[in-house]
């Protein structure tokens, strides 16, 4: 890409249920990806990581809710933000249609 920095990349695909693990709440999902990606690192806080991508993408209403029971764009959202869960954030995010099916203000949410 530039430099010789290495790639770092994320790919989301348009049926996200791929991505999340059923039975877990959203802010579980979050700690657990947290967890996954950042095994390597020492004293990172995953809730407080969690937290602040439920707040950034406007989920925190549903931080206790099991993935099973969002919505389409809460789904959508919850993927792209256990994505986003690593101390190192990836230098190019490839999503397949991300706003279809959302509502006008989930797609200004997920855009941005």
Do not use: W
């Amino acid at each position: 890409m530039s430099n010789g920095t290495p790639i770092s990349t994320v790919f989301l695909t348009q049926e996200v249920d791929g991505h999340l693990m059923k039975g877990l709440t959203a802010r579980q999902l979050l700690i657990y990806a947290s967890k996954l990606k950042n095994s390597s690192q020492k004293n990172v806080d995953h809730n407080k990581i969690a937290l602040g991508l439920l707040e950034e993408l406007n989920l925190s209403a549903a931080a206790s809710t099991k993935v099973q029971s969002l919505s389409g764009g809460e789904k959508k959202r919850l993927a792209l933000a256990s994505e986003l869960t690593s101390t190192v954030m990836p230098n190019l995010i490839l999503v397949d249609e991300i706003c279809s099916g959302l509502d006008s203000n989930s797609a200004a949410v997920v855009s941005l």
